[in-house]
């Protein structure tokens, strides 16, 4: 299981999705600065949180524009999967690699807390081995998602929305909405279904000594996934 | 080569909340001078400007140089909408 962390100037989770693949799941993991070619052999790619660029322009726009995010199109392409976790998020939407943007939180706040997320389905390769409701935290001021009607009708229709924000019931409600995204949406998958995007930071909650496990459901998943179909390589 | 001078606009999309427009015009309303029966600001949206100097072969090329920088770059079209203007650098 071999997985690449991608390093922006400016993000800041790479160690913390280091700790959590490596140290926690076992994983081959490593960190691939973007200003080299991506190592071309990995299971899975994680563009890791952070302020990439300074959020210069918008978050994540200039990540989007480096020479790397064609090796992680490329990746993708043949099927390898691809996680974006907040920033990360951000660039691959700002990719185009997922539908969408994150603009700015509706309260101008920057929130770091923990969310309630619900899963909406066991059927995708990053949410297999996930329960219906997970604790992970959020920190983030641009996670307000936002897509056109077609956009967001396509994603509802094709169970493409992973993760919603919720209360501890499960009740996707307004007041469990801490950024404003439509219809509390706090995860998605493009249509081919190898690539995640989420505000939320699974990687945070791996280890109970920081408060947390409900993130190793995702990444188990991810090892559920790739050790059903051996990897794409 | 000939060079003009581009001003690019960037403005969130009608459709799109602006909740920094929104807060401005919100403390607006502490100015004395809009409060009380003074003026009344509408409708504030917050965007950006981007100033800078084209050389090209000639003003179309240019024009669309600066178009394809905004739609691609400068702009997120889901949440953005711009507009341009060139004049001579002469």
Known sequence: ?233 | MPAWKAEVTVTPKREVADPQGQAIEKALGHLPSFSGGGPVIKGLRAGKVFNFTIEAADEGTASAAVEELANRVLANHNTEQFAFRLRSDA
Not at chain 1, 34 to 41: A, K, R, S
Not at chain 1, 68 to 89: K, P, S, V, Y
Not at chain 1, 147 to 166: K, P
Request: charged share 20%; proline share 6%; glycine share 12%.
């Open chain 1, 1 to 233: 299981m071999k997985c690449a962390i991608v390093v922006f100037p400016g993000s800041n989770c790479e160690r913390d999705c280091l700790y959590a693949t490596r140290d926690v799941m076992g994983w081959n993991s490593r960190l691939a600065w973007h200003g080299e070619p991506l190592p071309v052999d990995c299971d899975l790619v994680i563009v890791p949180g952070g302020f990439s660029h300074g959020d210069y322009l918008r978050a994540g726009a200039l990540a989007a524009l480096s020479p790397i995010i064609n090796d992680i199109r490329a990746h993708a392409e043949r099927g390898g999967m691809l996680l974006g976790i907040c920033n990360g998020f951000q660039v691959l939407s700002e990719s185009g690699l997922l539908p969408g943007a994150l603009v700015v939180n509706n309260d101008l706040r920057f929130h770091c807390e923990d969310s309630y997320l619900r899963c909406e389905h066991t059927d995708s390769p990053f949410t297999s081995a996930c329960p219906p409701m997970l604790r992970i935290p959020i920190a983030h001021r641009e996670g307000n998602f936002r897509a056109s009607d077609a956009v967001i009708e396509e994603l509802e229709t094709e169970g493409r929305v992973l993760f919603r924000y919720a209360d501890s019931t499960g009740s996707a409600s307004p007041a469990a909405n801490p950024n404003g995204s439509i219809n509390n949406i706090a995860g998605i998958i493009n249509r081919a279904g190898n690539v995640c995007g989420m505000m939320p930071h699974p990687e945070r909650v791996c280890d109970p000594l920081l408060g947390g496990t409900d993130g190793k459901y995702l990444f188990e998943s991810i090892a559920h996934a790739l050790a059903s179909t051996g990897g794409v390589g």
